[in-house]
């Protein structure tokens, strides 16, 4: 959304295919991405992403914007 940075962020939801496999990459990957900010996380494993089954990362968020 406009005017909303990751630090906006304040809840994301997870999906990911083989949780043993992927994981740890992904943890990764988004504590690169979000350095100390820690929104609150749930993770879903999944058998495949209706996307397209390529896909192993599914992020739902939620972020609240600031006024202004």
Excluded at 33 to 48: D, I, S, Y
Aim: hydrophobic share 45%.
């Amino acid at each position: 959304a406009a005017g909303t940075t990751l630090e906006n962020l304040v809840e994301v939801t997870r999906f990911i295919v083989d949780i043993d496999r992927n994981q740890d990459a992904i943890n990764r990957v988004l504590g690169r991405r979000l350095g100390t900010h820690r929104p609150a996380t749930t993770t879903v494993e999944v058998t495949q992403l209706a996307t397209d089954p390529r896909l192993v990362l599914e992020l739902k968020a939620v972020a609240v914007a600031p006024l202004g």
